[in-house]
T-cell receptor
Framework: AQSVAQPEDQVNVAEGNPLTVKCTYSVSGNPYLFWYVQYPNRGLQFLLK????DNLVKGSYGFEAEFNKSQTSFHLKKPSALVSDSALYFC??????????????WGAGTKLIIKP | DVKVTQSSRYLVKRTGEKVFLECVQDMDHENMFWYRQDPGLGLRLIYFSYDVKMKEKGDIPEGYSVSREKKERFSLILESASTNQTSMYLC??????????????FGAGTRLSVL
């Protein structure tokens, strides 16, 4: 069965420190992987994606993510956290083999709190 | 920029009422989606539509219906609201030609409370 796991409900990081938000997935074939962010009282915004090619992908607001096929992971990272990065982060995957009519499978979300 | 507009940010309804949630997108996207977002459960797909008058059930369609009479508008209908439908509802759209990348654009959400 296809699934996405975000093992941490909440991640706390001090401003200026590096941050990592974890995501692992399970699909039948090759995955398309996405990160979205939801700021308070706002809709979800696309952050970055992995489709193919370089395993390290860069996205908006200085975020990047590394696709690791052997560990079936797609962790979100940023070298130096800002207080304004505090938000809810969602990982999502699409199974290319299943090709389920554009549907994405979503993780439960991780609340990122950056403390000054 | 893509704009997805949901007609209400907050709604309070009574059990048994028929509820309409409206969503409009301005980028001529073929695909539109309705999700509900609950803490710890992520986003769950209720229905999606890939063309006018076309719809497909998502993971949790029970108690909901949808209508897409025009390309830019996708409505979610709660036929008889129940307290377990209290949730945040998110509308999204995406471009059909963007099949491989599948980027979805979201509205700000409607927080529905059913009393």
């Amino acid at each position: 069965a296809q699934s996405v796991a975000q093992p941490e409900d909440q991640v706390n990081v001090a401003e200026g420190n590096p941050l990592t938000v974890k995501c692992t997935y399970s699909v039948s074939g090759n995955p398309y992987l996405f990160w979205y962010v939801q700021y308070p009282n706002r809709g979800l915004q696309f952050l970055l994606k992995y489709i193919t090619g370089d395993n390290l992908v860069k996205g908006s607001y200085g975020f990047e993510a590394e696709f690791n096929k052997s560990q079936t992971s797609f962790h979100l990272k940023k070298p130096s956290a800002l207080v304004s990065d505090s938000a809810l982060y969602f990982c999502a995957v699409r199974d290319v083999v299943m090709d389920s009519n554009y549907q994405l499978i979503w993780g439960a979300g991780t609340k990122l709190i950056i403390k000054p | 920029d893509v704009k997805v507009t949901q007609s209400s940010r907050y709604l309070v309804k009574r059990t048994g009422e028929k509820v309409f949630l409206e969503c409009v997108q301005d980028m001529d996207h073929e695909n539109m989606f309705w999700y509900r977002q609950d803490p710890g459960l992520g986003l769950r797909l209720i229905y999606f539509s890939y063309d006018v008058k076309m719809k497909e059930k998502g993971d949790i369609p029970e108690g909901y219906s949808v209508s897409r009479e025009k390309k830019e508008r996708f409505s979610l209908i709660l036929e008889s609201a129940s307290t377990n439908q209290t949730s945040m509802y998110l509308c999204a759209s995406s471009l059909a030609q963007d099949r491989t990348q599948n980027i979805q654009y979201f509205g700000a959400g409607t927080r529905l409370s059913v009393l």
